[in-house]
């Protein structure tokens, strides 16, 4: 057993024959409090181990013992596991929660985690505790950019980044790249898309690298390059066959790269391609995953409008709109007003209800 202030305390006193009455009284501590340093709940100052130090003439030792934790807590704590089943439970919140309400649970939980990581005596328990606060601030990071907020998404994900490092995972340092593609793919930036996604792709990790060659291809289809895109959802594909998951982004869709081929193939005019793919991959997410559903589901519809589909488009958009109302999410909220823009254009006799129920949405204060 290693030794520690406290144990070492006790072995001294016991070996000079102390009682607890006669070295309280060296010590000037009292038999209680002194107690409490030998059981390990208090941990050592310097003036403390002077005092001990003198009154056990413990030759350095105990000076040496004094910066080591009083009571070392076990890297496996019971904390670690808490808050690692506590972040699930928030994750489920956001797949069928408005942003604003999982985010006022979720940043307080970010500053404790990042407060304990600080104070933690135990080298293994600081570090799980650090990374626990990156997974926390990054999903803190996406609920801010649901919620509409892309600068403190950035800060927050800045943040998880810090934390990471802290834990000894470098791998987020390149996912933060993604994240910036992504904020880049809203904005409608295909340079920037492509720049941050080639950048994430310099990572070890073989998730990441899949991840950022789905952003890259997503650009190019934003920018109408055609052959580059094929290009990297063909690399994509191949990177995604031999991996596992990241630690980091979506758990809920099954089969992103033919999520991003879709959205791809959309944002090249192969409409038809897009909805067809898009009608065998969104029922594969799970029902519980109202958020990433909605999403996926709101780009489906598009799809088949854009194919000139628009009367099943209305149907689908029709069967998304009380989740729509639900997950309250600025991205979904981008295609919303792309498809109210092309039912505005087409004017189906069948749409005006549909446009109106829309126009709520988007407008709602």
């Known amino acids: 057993m290693a030794p520690t202030f406290a144990r070492e305390v006790r072995r001294l006193r016991t070996e000079r024959g102390l009682s607890l009455t006669r070295l309280a009284e060296k010590v000037r501590y009292s038999k209680g409090y002194l107690s409490k340093i030998e059981n390990g709940q208090v941990r050592p100052t310097p003036e403390m181990a002077r005092a001990f130090e003198d009154a056990l003439q413990a030759d350095g030792v105990l000076m040496a013992l004094a910066d080591t934790p009083a009571r070392p807590i076990p890297a496996d704590d019971r904390v670690l596991l808490t808050y690692d089943a506590m972040f699930d439970h928030h994750r489920m919140l956001g797949y069928r929660s408005d942003p604003v309400s999982v985010l006022a649970a979720l940043r307080p939980q970010v500053d404790v ?19 626990l606060a990156a997974r926390y601030a990054e999903y803190a990071g996406w609920m801010e950019q649901e919620r509409g907020d892309d600068a403190s998404a950035a800060e927050m994900t800045k943040r998880a980044v810090h934390y990471a490092v802290k834990g000894g995972d470098h791998e987020l340092e390149a996912w933060a790249l993604v994240r910036a593609a992504e904020f880049a793919l809203y904005r409608g930036d295909a340079r920037a898309t492509v720049e941050c996604a080639r950048r994430a792709s310099r990572s070890r990790s073989p998730a990441i690298q899949a991840v950022a060659a789905q952003r890259e291809a997503q650009g190019y289809a934003l920018a109408g390059a055609a052959t580059l895109c094929e290009a990297a959802l063909d690399r994509a594909a191949t990177l995604q066959e031999n991996i596992g998951a990241s630690r980091y982004g979506s758990t809920s869709v099954p089969d992103q790269v033919a999520i991003a081929t879709a959205w791809s193939y959309h944002d090249l005019g192969r409409h038809a391609e897009a909805a067809a793919m898009l009608d065998v991959a969104v029922p594969q997410i799970a029902p519980a995953a109202m958020r990433a559903r909605t999403r996926f589901g709101l780009r489906q519809a598009l799809a088949h409008a854009e194919a000139g589909e628009l009367d099943h488009a209305c149907v689908l958009i029709a069967d998304l709109l009380d989740d729509i109302r639900q997950v309250q999410s600025a991205t979904v909220h981008i295609d919303l007003t792309s498809f109210s823009k092309l039912l505005s254009r087409a004017r189906p006799a069948a749409g005006k209800e549909l446009a109106r129920e829309i126009s709520a949405i988007l407008f709602a204060v």
Request: glycine content about 10%; charged content about 15%; aromatic content about 6%.
């Open 113 to 131: 985690l990042s407060t304990m990581a600080r104070s933690a005596d135990d080298p293994g328990l600081s570090s799980g505790l650090w990374l």
